[in-house]
T-cell receptor, first 113, second 117 residues
Framework: NAGVTQTPKFQVLKTGQSMTLQCAQD?????MSWYRQDPGMGLRLIHY???????DQGEVPNGYNVSRSTTEDFPLRLLSAAPSQTSVYFC????????????FGQGTRLTVV | AQKVTQAQTEISVVEKEDVTLDCVYE???????LFWYKQPPSGELVFLIR??????QNEISGRYSWNFQKSTSSFNFTITASQVVDSAVYFC??????????????FGQGTTLQVKP
């Protein structure tokens, strides 16, 4: 059982480049989310989705786009990378019942130079 | 808006000491869920405990215990007889149950716990 799979694990981008962080889950979870983790800031919610075709902004959405065409996949797109987007990114999924914990991917360490 | 505050940025203890990690939350939802996660130096997020807003029964599990108090909006986590392997960043998180908060899991800033031998 793979759980939540994020790719890549590490990435270095130049300012202005675009890229997509991939996230896939095989647990048939309705909820999926993207977080960024910065020192002293905890995990901050970027975008989230409550089901296929439905996405919404979190606390820090600027500079990021998402889509949810299937239940399994929730990619995060950086259209024009900036040094401020250097961070560790986590994808999470959970079932619709709010009482259940979220399952996290292993994280992607992104550096924008 | 929902908010989670972990006022303790870093805590350092000597092995075998007890340590309590504080968590204060804000939500207008009447039904909500609280969680604690651990992030060891390897970086993955490990789920520890969850509590429903309608279940104020506190619990002890081995060296871990949790104190949930709705009256003070707190969900504190205690490690008894700490060990070096407990060294990690600990996160408190909140998920509301209203239509506007469904699907949103909000985290605190995290508390870094260092247990010295």
């Amino acid at each position: 059982n793979a759980g939540v799979t994020q790719t890549p694990k590490f990435q270095v981008l130049k300012t202005g480049q675009s890229m997509t962080l991939q996230c896939a889950q095989d647990m048939n979870h309705e909820y999926m989310s993207w977080y960024r983790q910065d020192p002293g800031m905890g995990l901050r919610l970027i975008h989230y989705s409550v089901g296929a075709g439905i996405t919404d902004q979190g606390e820090v959405p600027n500079g990021y786009n998402v889509s949810r065409s299937t239940t399994e996949d929730f990619p995060l797109r950086l259209l024009s990378a900036a040094p401020s987007q250097t961070s560790v990114y986590f994808c999470a999924s959970s079932p619709m019942t709010g009482r259940t914990e979220a399952f996290f991917g292993q994280g992607t360490r992104l550096t924008v130079v | 808006a929902q908010k989670v505050t972990q006022a303790q940025t870093e805590i350092s203890v000597v092995e075998k000491e007890d340590v309590t990690l504080d968590c204060v939350y804000e939500t207008r939802d009447t039904t909500y869920y609280l969680f604690w996660y651990k992030q060891p130096p390897s970086g993955e997020l490990v789920f520890l405990i969850r509590r429903n807003s309608f279940d104020e029964q506190n619990e002890i599990s081995g060296r871990y215990s949790w104190n949930f108090q709705k009256s003070t909006s707190s969900f504190n986590f205690t490690i008894t007889a700490s060990q070096v392997v407990d060294s990690a960043v600990y996160f408190c998180a909140l998920r509301g149950h209203s239509s506007s908060n469904t699907g949103k899991l909000i985290f605190g800033q995290g508390t870094t716990l260092q247990v010295k031998p």
